[in-house]
């Protein structure tokens, strides 16, 4: 057990120190992550061997990415999505994550068995494994450029929803798939039963969950245990909803949704409200950077042995699927145009729950080496060949239009803090007596020159990018909001206030925080 916990916190911290350059370069660390995992699993390297086989292990992987993992990464990004988002977005993220997702499934399983010669059953699991996507690489390489936060809404909801019924769809391949096929129609009704009611549970016990937990907050103001309440959900909706035969992803995503938005509103505080958002941030990093890590050592296993012109055709295939579902179910929605289509289209990743599906596949199951190899050779080319892709094609399709401002600022705010250091530094120097005063007032005319172009470039972007102002108003908001709160704990530190009064100042200040972190700047 204590060789087994060395092992983790060794692992834990080649993530961090990975994750730790790439958000210092500026580089999507779920895709440094993974290449470094697989250069670390080719390599051999004695002292990390025992750490590469304890990874590699498939009831480890598998567990440590659903029963681990998974219930975290759904619970967090439900817990911080605004109810109001998916609503408003709710036609492209249904029409992606349930025509398309089926779309994708039909597509696959077909060309699985006329294309790359699988028997029906592995070719509809194989299937099954590709419908699940991964954005997590692709958001975060949104965040860094600006896009706009609907593209980025409507990715995240897509992946929410579509994990589930790719779930959904795997345990009906592998278990249930040839029984109802053989009974012809019939066995189409039954199928379509089976997915309801497995979707259906899920959505059943993540509400009643929720809804339990959310009114246990009316009774507490204690965020550390409020935090407990949110990890007990998460996971005990997974594991009730999997006891019981149904949907655990779904579970899991449904009662996220209803605790961040229900819960929050009728039994947090502020302080609770932005504790749990810590608490949540930290766990999805840990888990996110662990989890890609691993998903790098897995793919190092990858034993071709022949088999590299399957892979091959296998990307293409999942590339093909993945076209025709983006585009086919979006036909008849509106307001999305063909850039975002084509975003849509290529960053829709394969990652680790498409792993950790193919490695919970029995034994016994026909052709599951086929499966495993088709499985990490896609999701290599998905995470590193489209995850360093989508940057350029971003750039290439205009989408991320505000990065070009943004950039801009950034070099005239560069440009105005030199000039202004420059001159402070002036100033000490003709104030000490180590400058000439008409030297001084020459060097000084000059960066006042420079620092005035710079600040009248400023105020023509702010009238051509008006999202700048708004973006800078809510931070400045927010860093006031800060000093406000630093103000009254100095205040109290001193004596000056109560402790009833400093509290009830503190909570006002969270509260209007907490309702600045949560308004999204409008959208274009």
């Given at each position: 057990?204590?060789?087994?916990?060395e092992?983790?916190?060794?692992l834990?911290?080649?993530?961090?120190?990975?994750?730790?350059?790439?958000?210092?370069?500026?580089?999507?660390?779920?895709?440094?992550?993974?290449?470094?995992?697989?250069?670390?699993?080719?390599?051999?390297?004695?002292?990390?061997?025992?750490?590469k086989?304890?990874?590699?292990?498939?009831?480890i992987?598998?567990f440590?990415?659903?029963?681990?993992?998974?219930?975290?990464?759904?619970?967090?990004?439900?817990?911080?999505?605004?109810?109001?988002?998916?609503?408003?977005?709710?036609?492209?993220?249904?029409?992606?994550?349930?025509?398309?997702?089926?779309?994708?499934y039909?597509?696959?399983?077909?060309?699985?068995?006329?294309?790359?010669?699988?028997?029906?059953?592995?070719?509809?699991?194989?299937?099954?494994l590709?419908?699940a996507?991964?954005p997590?690489?692709?958001?975060?390489?949104?965040?860094?450029?600006?896009?706009?936060?609907?593209?980025a809404?409507?990715?995240?909801?897509?992946?929410?929803?579509?994990?589930?019924?790719a779930?959904?769809?795997?345990?009906?391949?592998?278990?249930s798939?040839?029984?109802?096929?053989?009974?012809?129609?019939?066995?189409?009704?039954?199928?379509?039963l089976?997915?309801?009611?497995?979707?259906?549970?899920?959505?059943?016990?993540?509400?009643?969950l929720a809804?339990?937990?959310?009114?246990?907050?009316?009774l507490?103001?204690?965020?550390?245990l409020?935090?407990?309440?949110?990890?007990?959900?998460?996971?005990?909706?997974f594991?009730?909803?999997?006891?019981?035969?149904?949907?655990g992803?779904i579970a899991?995503?449904?009662a996220?949704?209803?605790?961040?938005?229900y819960?929050?509103?009728?039994?947090?505080?502020?302080?609770?409200?932005l504790?749990?958002?810590?608490f949540?941030?930290?766990?999805?990093?840990?888990?996110?950077?662990?989890?890609?890590?691993?998903?790098?050592l897995?793919i190092?296993?990858?034993d071709?042995?022949?088999?590299?012109?399957?892979?091959?055709?296998?990307?293409?295939?999942?590339?093909?699927?993945?076209?025709l579902?983006?585009?086919?179910?979006?036909?008849?929605?509106?307001?999305?145009s063909?850039?975002w289509?084509h975003?849509?289209?290529?960053?829709?990743?394969?990652?680790s729950l498409?792993i950790?599906l193919?490695?919970s596949?029995?034994h016994?199951?026909?052709?599951?080496?086929?499966v495993?190899?088709l499985?990490?050779?896609?999701?290599?080319?998905?995470?590193?060949?489209?995850?360093?892709?989508?940057?350029?094609?971003?750039?290439?399709?205009?989408?991320?239009?505000t990065?070009?401002?943004?950039?801009?600022?950034e070099?005239?705010?560069?440009?105005i803090?030199?000039?202004?250091?420059?001159?402070?530094?002036?100033?000490?120097?003709?104030d000490?007596?180590?400058?000439?005063?008409?030297?001084?007032?020459?060097l000084?005319?000059?960066?006042?020159?420079?620092?005035e172009?710079?600040?009248?470039?400023l105020?023509?972007?702010?009238?051509?990018?008006?999202?700048?102002?708004?973006?800078?108003?809510?931070?400045?908001?927010?860093?006031?909001?800060?000093a406000?709160h630093?103000?009254?704990?100095r205040?109290a530190?001193q004596?000056v206030?109560?402790?009833?009064?400093?509290?009830?100042?503190?909570?006002?200040?969270?509260?209007?925080?907490?309702?600045?972190?949560?308004?999204?700047?409008?959208q274009?």
């Open positions: 057990m204590e060789a087994q916990f092992l983790i916190l060794v834990l911290a080649l993530a961090a120190g990975v994750t730790a350059v790439s958000k210092k370069l500026g580089y999507p660390y779920p895709i440094a992550l993974v290449i470094v995992g697989a250069v670390v699993g080719l390599l051999d390297v004695p002292a990390l061997d025992e750490l086989d304890f990874v590699v292990e498939d009831e992987f598998r440590a990415i659903i029963s681990l993992f998974l219930p975290t990464l759904l619970g967090e990004a439900t817990l911080k999505l605004p109810f109001a988002h998916l609503r408003e977005n709710k036609g492209p993220i249904l029409a992606l994550a349930l025509g398309g997702t089926l779309i994708s039909v597509v696959v399983g077909f060309l699985g068995m006329y294309g790359l010669g699988l028997p029906m059953e592995v070719a509809f699991v194989f299937a099954a590709m419908a996507t991964d997590v690489s692709v958001i975060s390489i949104f965040k860094s450029m600006g896009v706009d936060h609907r593209l809404t409507i990715m995240e909801g897509e992946s929410l929803v579509n994990d589930g019924v779930v959904v769809l795997f345990k009906i391949s592998h278990l798939l040839a029984a109802y096929l053989a009974a012809g129609v019939s066995g189409l009704g039954l199928g379509l089976e997915f309801a009611k497995v979707s259906a549970g899920g959505v059943l016990i993540g509400a009643a809804f339990l937990f959310s009114q246990l907050t009316k507490f103001d204690d965020y550390p409020e935090i407990l309440f949110s990890m007990i959900l998460f996971y005990s909706s594991f009730i909803a999997e006891h019981f035969h149904v949907s992803v899991v995503v449904v996220g949704l209803i605790y961040g938005n819960g929050a509103k009728v039994g947090m505080s502020p302080t609770t409200k504790n749990l958002r810590t949540w941030d930290v766990a999805a990093l840990i888990a996110n950077s662990l989890v890609f890590l691993m998903v790098g897995e190092a296993r990858i071709l042995n022949g088999r590299l012109h399957l892979v091959l055709l296998a990307i293409v295939i999942v590339l093909l699927a993945r076209s579902s983006v585009y086919g179910s979006l036909l008849v929605t509106k307001n999305i063909w850039a289509k975003v849509f289209n290529w960053g829709g990743l394969r990652g498409s950790a193919a490695l596949l029995p016994s199951f026909a052709g599951r080496e086929d495993l190899v499985a990490f050779g896609v999701v290599l080319f998905s995470l590193v060949g489209q995850g360093i892709t989508i940057k350029p094609l971003l750039n290439g399709l205009g989408v991320n239009k990065h070009e401002h943004h950039t801009a600022y070099q005239l705010i560069a440009r803090e030199r000039c202004q250091a420059g001159r402070r530094a002036l100033t000490d120097l003709r000490k007596g180590m400058m000439s005063a008409k030297n001084y007032e020459e000084d005319d000059e960066y006042r020159r420079k620092l172009q710079a600040l009248h470039l105020e023509q972007l702010y009238v051509k990018c008006p999202e700048l102002q708004v973006e800078q108003r809510r931070a400045a908001q927010q860093i006031a909001l800060y406000e630093d103000a009254i704990d205040l530190a004596h206030l109560s402790d009833a009064v400093a509290e009830d100042e503190r909570r006002r200040i969270l509260d209007l925080l907490e309702r600045d972190l949560e308004e999204e700047p409008s274009a």
